[in-house]
């Protein structure tokens, strides 16, 4: 017989990793609702309709798509296969025709990619019983069909937050997901540091350079990859792409510059006298920045990196991205985890116009593996046991007395165990241990007859005894 296992870039969970894990979402959750944000919870999987065209080719590229099942693939198979005419049709058709004609046949839903597309397609269809501004947030698994690597997976959490207003989009709320952030990794004891940028800087780039506008799509995909390959590679993308050596040199200056955010701005604002797009995205970011500035943040640095693209086809103005920064002060660059940015048109496409948003994202398990690589979650399972009390068990005479003391424990929201079997007490000491539980009740025939609790303390090794279980409450709480 096959021994099982999992799909690659899928994960299964001890209960230590969950500790840790429910930790973080219940930081995450109760910081988004201290901001306001109401929690609301979408289908895993969406219309292949809603998903397709909104991330970009690449993006699309990654979407799980879902068979029909049962009878109705079998169905559809046979029809396009008698329509063909052609046993061999599988062999002999191209990777184009399969895509059109042979996919629509047998699928019409996919795994959510993210959680803004199926956001956007909810407020569209719930338009009617939203308030706007509308403060929502999700904490809920997404798929891609990426190739398994350290950090990147094929299932993870995403925990977003977003705004959406039925008028024009304000500034404010970009520097309200920044506090946002900001408040969750102070929480976190977590240093990050917050890249920004602006869609209108970038298409300031390729106005001042003279890429053409058919080449912005290639600009703006290989430009996304300069922190990770770097200068030398992404030029060299970018002339086999069409784009000029001439093109590159006038902005490569900008791209690399590395100076604070007001010389930047000197550069960028002499270099964009006479481009409009360039001109709005300098004004919307000094907003951001001064404002951000006057509030100040506790663990969060604000950078301006003129290179960030993200990239989301969806993004219409500012753009984020989330790095943690070490120990040293220093940034690392190669783990983002999270981002986000404002995206005024995805609504366009659902046949709604006139809705503005803007949202974050952190990635959970982003979020957890760099905290562990930090030693920032050590303590969390220790301090955050299952349970505080175990029941030691003496036979069924002594646990029937107990029980209305164990019933009483966990009315009182006190998460309490009874060990079922009557085995050595040794052994039931060590479950409590290996479990984290930090306390256990012994109540045998010594205790019932003298009408005592006894209650050990497993981490100090001491034993103290009770007269009523209130005594033990106060004690314990």
């Not at 309709?49 to 169905?75: A, R, W």
């Not at 995909?221 to 006038?250: A, H, P, Y």
């Not at 045998?444 to 100090?460: A, F, S, T």
Request: proline residues 3%; contains cysteine; aromatic residues 12%.
């Amino acid at each position: 017989m096959e021994s099982p296992y999992i799909p690659k870039g899928t994960r299964d969970f001890s209960f230590i990793e969950m500790n840790k894990r429910n930790y973080l979402i219940k930081t995450i959750r109760e910081i988004f609702e201290i901001f306001g944000f109401y929690s609301i919870e979408t289908p895993s999987f969406e219309n292949i309709s809603t998903l397709v065209g909104k991330y970009g080719e690449e993006g699309d590229c990654l979407i799980f798509k879902l068979l029909h099942s049962g009878n109705v693939l079998k169905k559809k198979i046979s029809e396009f296969l008698i329509k063909t005419n052609n046993k061999k049709i599988l062999d002999e058709v191209d990777d184009n025709l399969i895509k059109k004609i042979f996919f629509q046949k047998v699928t019409n839903k996919a795994l959510r990619y993210d959680l803004t597309v199926p956001f956007m397609r909810y407020v569209v269809m719930h338009k009617n019983e939203i308030i706007f501004p509308f403060k929502r947030y999700q904490i809920q698994p997404v798929w891609r069909a990426d190739k398994p690597q350290k950090g990147r997976f094929r299932e993870f959490y995403q925990c977003d937050a977003d705004i959406i207003s039925s008028y024009n989009s304000s500034l404010w709320e970009e520097i309200e997901l920044i506090q946002l952030c900001d408040k969750i990794f102070s929480k976190l004891n977590f240093p990050v540091i917050i890249y920004i940028n602006h869609r209108d800087i970038l298409g300031g780039l390729v106005e001042i350079s003279g890429i053409k506008n058919d080449l912005w799509k290639n600009f703006i995909t290989s430009l996304d990859k300069w922190n990770k390959i770097g200068r030398d590679l992404v030029k060299k993308e970018m002339l086999c792409k069409g784009i000029s050596s001439q093109s590159f040199d006038k902005i490569e200056f900008f791209l690399d510059m590395k100076k604070n955010f007001y010389e930047k701005k000197k550069y960028l604002t002499m270099a964009f006298k006479d481009s409009k797009k360039g001109k709005k995205g300098i004004e919307d970011l000094s907003f951001i920045y001064n404002k951000i500035n006057d509030i100040s943040l506790k663990k969060t640095k604000l950078e301006w990196d003129i290179s960030l693209v993200r990239g989301m086809n969806y993004y219409t103005g500012t753009i984020l991205e989330i790095v943690p920064l070490h120990n040293n002060n220093t940034s690392l660059r190669s783990i983002s985890i999270g981002g986000g940015g404002r995206y005024d048109k995805l609504s366009n496409l659902f046949g709604m116009k006139n809705i503005y948003g803007v949202g974050i994202s952190l990635g959970l398990d982003r979020v957890y593996l760099a905290m562990e690589k930090e030693s920032l979650l050590d303590t969390i399972f220790f301090s955050n046991y299952p349970s505080k009390i175990l029941f030691i068990n003496f036979g069924d005479e002594e646990v029937l007395y107990a029980y209305q003391m164990i019933n009483f424990l966990r009315e009182k929201g006190i998460s309490t165990q009874l060990y079922p079997h009557a085995v050595k007490i040794g052994k039931q000491f060590k479950y409590a241990s290996d479990n984290n539980i930090p306390f256990a009740i012994i109540i045998g025939k010594n205790e019932i007859k003298r009408r005592k609790i006894k209650v050990k303390n497993l981490r100090e090794k001491t034993e103290k005894e009770y007269d009523n279980i209130n005594d033990v409450i106060n004690q314990l709480m």
